[in-house]
């Protein structure tokens, strides 16, 4: 059994900075790909970036492009995403997620359903 648990979330203003981290227990996730996602009230649950196993190749969504990164410490079996100069736009609960049907792949899944363990969410509000 894998378990995710973000956290960083918080209140920041426009143009602000965030750092979420997801730490996994349970099972070594280095062989993994990972993903952030995000969900905002009365949308689809959405990709944000995605990260191969050895984080040498991602896959950001274009709205996030330049503004968000993603980095992995596998020593740590923990997950990164930067957020900088963020919007209004980007508040949402944001999920981080495993993809463990593939291992030592580079092959990157955009959907959620490509992903098999996921956190519990932290809220990310960005004000005005």
């Known amino acids: 059994q894998v378990q995710l648990v973000e956290s960083g979330g918080g209140l920041v203003q426009t143009g602000g900075s965030l750092r979420l981290s997801c730490a996994a227990s349970?099972?070594?996730?280095?062989?993994?790909?990972m993903g952030w996602f995000r969900q905002a009230p009365g949308k689809e649950r959405e990709i944000v970036v995605a990260v191969n196993w050895s984080g040498g190749r991602t896959a950001y969504a274009d709205s996030v492009k330049g503004r968000f990164t993603i980095s992995r410490d596998n020593a740590k079996n923990t997950v990164y995403l930067q957020m900088d100069s963020l919007k209004p736009e980007d508040t949402a609960v944001y999920y981080c997620a495993v993809d463990m049907n593939y291992s030592y792949i580079d092959y990157l899944s955009l959907r959620p359903n490509g992903y098999d363990y996921w956190g519990q969410g932290t809220q990310v509000t960005v004000s005005s």
């Open positions: 349970g099972r070594t996730l280095r062989r993994y790909a």
